[in-house]
Structures are given as structure tokens and as C-alpha cells.
């Protein structure tokens, strides 16, 4: 059986298949000989979608949109179409696993992300990292750290990574220390607060119990 035969054969030859786009950015993929087409951004975390046809989403395969992940599928098709494709799923990264590597990092997920060969495929990671700590997520030293080193690699057209990635419970000191330092800012924090509000209260009271003489020249006795 050729590669697609089954496709054909289990959902049909004229079969349209959705085409998911996460991103915050469109993504424009070629179809065919001379014909491209644009899927838009997502908006508000919802997908765009794309129907394509099968003899489509093959051409398109031509690139690597599919197998990086920056486009994807419905659940439902998603093995069917990797395995007709010959698409390794665990080497696909989709927006939601960078989005939980990069909030939850352990080893095997940042050595995944730093796998990633060219500076438009790493730009999907550095676009979710940025929207992640805009949005007021807490991003670790660490992620931040080979977010910005794995960046400058790529500039520099390095292909293969030679960051050390160490085991998420050997948190390098320099990373604890910041995290206490952290801590530490906000108990002085509330700290000050808790004591600029009891000297106003207590400056409100006094205020409050003060008697106010009044001024002028003292009654004559007769």
C-alpha cells in the first residue's frame, strides 16, 4: 500500500482535513505548484483553522511546518496523518508542550527545545516565552537564561546546541539565590505596608482625640 492509500482509504479521497494554527502570528504554507495560502493568527487562545485536502497537507509537508509543530491537527486524525506523513510525533513540538516546558521546565522537555536547528522554528519558542512573562507568569533564571543562550547560538548559525542542561532539582545557586532574594523583597514589602497602615491609623486617632483650644484674650473677672 503507497503512503497515503490509507488516508484515502479510511476517510475518503475528497476528505478535508482542519488545519490548527496556535500562534500569534500567521502561517503561510504552499499547497501546490505555485499556490500558497495564509492561516491566520489565533485569537484569544482559540485556533485558526484550515481545511486542506490530503493531496495538500502532503505538498505542504514539503516544509517543515507539520513536523515542527507550528501547525497541527485535530486529535482525532493526528496519529493517522503523522504516521501517512512519516512524522515522529514526539519529536513534534506544539505550542501548548513549549508553553509547559517553558512554565514547568524539567530536562528531557528543555533538551527537546533546545534540539531545535533553525532561528524561524526557535522564533515560536521565544514568541510564547515573551508572551508568558507579559501576561505576569513566573519564568525561572534558568528557562530565562537558555531562552537568551540557545537564541545567540542560532544567530551565530550554530545548528547543535552545547548548553548543559542539568536536572531541574540541581537548581544552579546563583537561581536560588535570586529566588530567596525574591522572597525576601516581598516579606519586606508587606512588611512596609503593614507598618505605613498602623501609623496612619495611629495618626488618624490622635487626631481624632486632640482637643482644640481656642484662641483670644481670657474673660475679665468682676
Known amino acids: 500500500m503507497k503512503r497515503g492509500d490509507f ?10 482535513f482542519q488545519v490548527l494554527n496556535y500562534n500569534e502570528h500567521s502561517v503561510c504554507i504552499t499547497i501546490a505548484p505555485g499556490k500558497t495560502c495564509v492561516i491566520e493568527s489565533a485569537v ?6 484550515l481545511p486542506l485536502t490530503w493531496d495538500e497537507i502532503v505538498y505542504a509537508n514539503n516544509s517543515n511546518v507539520f513536523k515542527s509543530g507550528s501547525l497541527e491537527f485535530q486529535g482525532d486524525v493526528e496519529n493517522d ?13 506544539k505550542y501548548e508542550e513549549i508553553k ?5 521546565p524539567d530536562k528531557d522537555g528543555l533538551k527537546k527545545i533546545l534540539k531545535i536547528k533553525t532561528l524561524s522554528d526557535f522564533d515560536r519558542v521565544r514568541e510564547i516565552f515573551q508572551k508568558l512573562k507579559f501576561e505576569g507568569y513566573s519564568i525561572t533564571l534558568d528557562v530565562n537564561n537558555l531562552v537568551k543562550k540557545r537564541t545567540e547560538e542560532l544567530f551565530m548559525g550554530k545548528s547543535s546546541s552545547s548548553i548543559f542542561v542539568d536536572d531541574p532539582e540541581n537548581t544552579s545557586s546563583d537561581s536560588k539565590k535570586v529566588k530567596d532574594l525574591e522572597k525576601q523583597l516581598e516579606e519586606m ?10 501609623n496612619d491609623t495611629v495618626k488618624t486617632d490622635s487626631v481624632e482625640n486632640t482637643q482644640v483650644k481656642k484662641t483670644g484674650r481670657p474673660k475679665k473677672s468682676d
Do not use: R
Not at 44 to 49: C, F, I, K, L, V
Not at 100 to 104: A, C, D, K, P, Y
Open 81 to 93: 496523518i503523522y504516521n501517512e506523513l512519516g512524522i515522529v510525533k514526539e519529536n513534534v513540538l
Open 189 to 198: 514589602k508587606a512588611m512596609m505596608e503593614s507598618l505605613l497602615k498602623s
Open 44 to 49: 484569544d487562545g482559540s485556533p485558526t483553522t
Open 100 to 104: 509547559e516546558i517553558l512554565l514547568h
Open 7 to 16: 488516508i484515502s482509504s479510511k476517510f475518503g479521497i475528497t476528505k478535508h
